[in-house]
């Protein structure tokens, strides 16, 4: 039986809302301030490109736990933190010969996911924390080295995270890719989120260009070129 949730493919053939637009940008935006972190991270030249896309980062994660408990029903923790056991009975439906059913298909986050997510956010703050560290102190010291350990570490979950998206995709026959894109999945109309919360998606897009902007620009203080 399905639960409120969950469903199986066939039950519905139309496409409902399921991400909100500023879930959606808060996801596209990180993705281009780590990539952008990542390429910005050697040189002394593109320094205050990589700190200024470093706090933009972490004021989306920031800005992400907000919505974690005030966002629309998919967005919330309430629907994708469940027990660490949930998350391994899902993941050991992947076994090969696993004696449990296929992993159900979730219209949020599965409860692996759930946790790679707060692992995610997690690990964002940590690298932006020791980064903010390092800075100060001046490396190359300890806070240098633990600001690798964490970037590093995060640039392996992220890996692990888009193959985890692929494959799960794979084997529901969706692209969760695009879903993340449009907002949109298979669902019953019932599952649906009623607005996409466009108001809210323009503001978070406007307030994190603006603080790139002021960064760069030298118009907050913390960061000189
Ligand atoms: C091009 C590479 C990426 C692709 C294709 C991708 C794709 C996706 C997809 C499809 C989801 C929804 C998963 C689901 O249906 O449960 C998702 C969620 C998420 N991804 Fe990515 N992702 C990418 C890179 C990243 C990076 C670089 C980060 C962080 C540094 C990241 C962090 C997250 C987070 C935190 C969520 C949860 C979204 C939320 O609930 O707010 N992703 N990603
Ligand atoms: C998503 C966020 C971030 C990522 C993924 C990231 C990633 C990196 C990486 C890969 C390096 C090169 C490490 C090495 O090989 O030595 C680096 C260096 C550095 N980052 Fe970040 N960073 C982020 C945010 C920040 C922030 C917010 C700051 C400061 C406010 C910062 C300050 C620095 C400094 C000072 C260095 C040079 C450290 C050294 O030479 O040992 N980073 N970062």
Same mark, same amino acid.
């Given at each position: 039986?399905?639960?409120?949730?969950?469903?199986?493919?066939?039950?519905?053939?139309?496409?409902?809302?399921?991400?909100?637009?500023?879930?959606?940008?808060?996801?596209?935006?990180?993705?281009?301030?780590?990539?952008?972190?990542?390429?910005?991270?050697?040189?002394?030249?593109?320094?205050?490109?990589?700190?200024?896309?470093?706090?933009?980062?972490?004021?989306?994660?920031?800005?992400?736990?907000?919505?974690?408990?005030?966002?629309?029903?998919?967005?919330?923790?309430?629907?994708?933190?469940?027990?660490?056991?949930?998350?391994?009975?899902?993941l050991?439906g992947y076994?090969?010969?696993?004696?449990?059913?296929a992993p159900?298909?979730?219209?949020?986050?599965n409860?692996a996911g759930?946790?790679? #997510?707060?692992?995610? =956010?997690? $690990?964002? &703050? *940590?690298?932006?924390?020791? @980064? %903010?560290?390092? +800075?100060?102190?001046?490396? !190359?010291?300890?806070?240098?080295?633990?600001?690798?350990?964490?970037?590093?570490?995060?640039?392996?979950?992220?890996?692990l995270h888009v193959i985890a998206v692929i494959a799960t995709g794979y084997i529901h026959g969706e692209?969760l890719v695009?879903?993340?894109?449009?907002?949109?999945?298979?669902?019953?109309?019932?599952?649906?989120?009623?607005?996409?919360? #466009?108001?809210?998606? =323009?503001? $978070?897009? &406007? *307030?994190?260009?603006?603080? @790139? %902007?002021?960064? +760069?620009?030298?118009?907050? !203080?913390?960061?000189?070129?």
């Amino acid at each position: 039986m399905s639960t409120p949730d969950t469903l199986p493919e066939q039950v519905a053939s139309a496409e409902q809302k399921i991400w909100d637009l500023p879930t959606r940008v808060f996801h596209w935006m990180l993705v281009l301030c780590f990539a952008g972190a990542w390429l910005t991270a050697e040189s002394e030249r593109t320094q205050l490109l990589h700190l200024t896309l470093g706090y933009c980062a972490g004021a989306l994660v920031l800005w992400r736990v907000v919505w974690g408990v005030a966002g629309s029903r998919y967005a919330l923790f309430s629907d994708f933190v469940r027990s660490p056991a949930a998350a391994l009975r899902y993941l050991r439906g992947y076994l090969p010969r696993s004696t449990l059913a296929a992993p159900r298909r979730y219209l949020g986050h599965n409860p692996a996911g759930g946790w790679a #997510v707060l692992g995610l =956010l997690a $690990l964002i &703050a *940590a690298a932006v924390a020791s @980064g %903010w560290w390092a +800075y100060q102190s001046g490396a !190359p010291d300890m806070a240098g080295e633990m600001h690798e350990v964490l970037s590093h570490a995060l640039l392996i979950l992220v890996a692990l995270h888009v193959i985890a998206v692929i494959a799960t995709g794979y084997i529901h026959g969706e692209n969760l890719v695009r879903a993340m894109w449009a907002g949109r999945k298979r669902a019953l109309p019932e599952q649906g989120i009623r607005s996409s919360q #466009v108001g809210m998606g =323009l503001l $978070l897009f &406007a *307030a994190v260009t603006w603080l @790139g %902007w002021a960064l +760069y620009a030298g118009r907050l !203080p913390g960061l000189t070129s």
